[in-house]
């Protein structure tokens, strides 16, 4: 019988995961994830799950007795470095092998950094998983002041739940509008009208030079050379996929891990899924108007789980 390994605990790592089991795939299936946490929801971290609103455990997908399963193997804490495609295996950083007749690459994506000086001082986050906004939350909690870079879903999304808790908040946006690669510009200015309602301020057109404090954040400081003072800084400026192993392995990558319409990659043993993937995606390009019908798009949060084909 095929054995499927599958490298991530995402939500597209659990999905195939939950669909397999539906169809009942009678093979082995093993779950590789480097966090601590069964697949769980991201979306709710820069909310509810920021504000305190609910636990950890209430993000799960699936409770951990569904993965309870005779035929699923689920490794967490684990980090996969190696692709051996000639052995069909995969090599972790402690040294197991695991071996697979179908591997799923759901890798996904991580936060885009900066790298001015002053980046790497105490008190400057980026968000991307429950241990980020768990280190977020015990400096909030000791925080008077909050400096947001981008002014995208996760800095907005931060900036009103900070607002909400009583911070000062202040976030600094390179382009002249919010979420301007994302919303047409009635839309942005109707965010733009609720955030600054709340108290949170908009330095929009502003870029940064450096990140000001000896070993914690003090300030940030703006091109202009002025300094917003900062006791904590959020820094949310978008997402790099996660591509490096499939590279490695030799598969076929462009600003994804190319795959087709079922989400194979250039390894018929070999799937990707999620936002480590560059796939064939018929909608049109956010805010451009062009028909892109037949080209490949990287979708954000995209799971193509649905057509994943495994032979």
Same mark, same amino acid.
């Given at each position: 019988?095929?054995?499927?390994?599958?490298?991530?605990?995402?939500?597209?790592?659990?999905?195939?995961?939950?669909?397999?089991?539906?169809?009942?795939?009678?093979? *082995?299936?093993?779950?590789?994830?480097? +966090?601590?946490?069964?697949?769980?929801?991201? /979306?709710?971290?820069?909310?509810?799950?920021?504000?305190?609103?609910?636990?950890?455990?209430?993000?799960?997908?699936?409770?951990?007795?569904?993965?309870?399963?005779?035929?699923?193997?689920?490794?967490?804490?684990?980090?996969?470095? +190696?692709? $051996?495609?000639?052995?069909?295996?995969?090599?972790?950083?402690?040294?197991?092998?695991? $071996?697979? $007749?179908?591997?799923?690459?759901?890798?996904?994506?991580?936060?885009?950094?900066?790298?001015? /000086?002053?980046?790497?001082?105490?008190?400057?986050?980026?968000?991307?998983?429950?241990?980020?906004?768990?280190?977020?939350?015990? =400096?909030?909690?000791?925080?008077?002041?909050?400096?947001?870079?981008?002014?995208?879903?996760?800095?907005?999304?931060?900036?009103?739940?900070?607002?909400? &808790?009583?911070?000062?908040?202040?976030?600094?946006?390179?382009? =002249?509008?919010?979420?301007?690669?994302?919303?047409?510009?009635?839309?942005?200015?109707?965010?733009? %009208?609720?955030?600054?309602?709340?108290?949170?301020?908009?330095?929009?057109?502003? *870029?940064?030079?450096?990140?000001?404090?000896?070993?914690?954040?003090?300030?940030?400081?703006? %091109?202009?050379?002025?300094? &917003?003072?900062?006791?904590?800084?959020?820094?949310?400026?978008?997402?790099?996929?996660?591509? +490096?192993?499939?590279?490695?392995?030799?598969?076929?990558?462009?600003?994804?891990?190319?795959?087709?319409?079922?989400?194979?990659?250039?390894?018929?043993?070999?799937?990707?899924?999620? =936002?480590?993937?560059?796939?064939?995606?018929?909608?049109?390009?956010?805010?451009? *108007?062009? =028909?892109?019908?037949?080209?490949?798009?990287?979708?954000?949060?995209?799971?193509?789980?649905?057509?994943?084909?495994?032979?």
């Amino acid at each position: 019988m095929s054995k499927v390994v599958i490298i991530g605990a995402g939500h597209g790592a659990g999905q195939v995961v939950a669909s397999l089991l539906q169809r009942k795939f009678a093979a *082995g299936i093993t779950l590789l994830g480097e +966090e601590a946490w069964y697949p769980y929801q991201r /979306p709710p971290l820069s909310k509810k799950f920021l504000a305190g609103e609910i636990p950890a455990e209430r993000l799960l997908f699936k409770p951990q007795s569904f993965y309870e399963h005779p035929n699923v193997d689920v490794q967490l804490e684990t980090t996969v470095t +190696e692709i $051996d495609r000639g052995n069909q295996s995969v090599v972790t950083a402690c040294g197991r092998s695991f $071996d697979y $007749d179908q591997l799923v690459i759901a890798t996904g994506s991580r936060p885009r950094k900066m790298t001015l /000086p002053g980046v790497d001082l105490g008190g400057i986050h980026y968000l991307r998983s429950i241990d980020d906004v768990d280190a977020i939350r015990a =400096d909030v909690a000791k925080s008077g002041r909050l400096v947001i870079v981008g002014a995208g879903y996760i800095g907005l999304e931060v900036a009103a739940v900070s607002a909400q &808790l009583g911070l000062e908040v202040a976030v600094v946006e390179m382009q =002249d509008r919010v979420m301007s690669r994302v919303v047409a510009t009635d839309l942005s200015r109707f965010y733009q %009208d609720v955030h600054t309602s709340h108290g949170v301020v908009l330095r929009l057109s502003t *870029g940064i030079s450096r990140f000001s404090g000896t070993s914690r954040v003090d300030g940030v400081v703006l %091109d202009s050379g002025e300094t &917003l003072p900062a006791d904590t800084v959020v820094i949310g400026i978008g997402i790099v996929p996660n591509i +490096e192993l499939a590279a490695a392995a030799g598969l076929n990558v462009s600003e994804g891990i190319v795959v087709d319409d079922h989400c194979r990659t250039s390894d018929a043993k070999i799937y990707a899924i999620g =936002d480590c993937t560059w796939h064939p995606n018929a909608a049109q390009r956010a805010g451009t *108007g062009e =028909d892109c019908g037949g080209k490949y798009l990287r979708r954000r949060r995209a799971l193509c789980t649905s057509t994943v084909v495994l032979v």
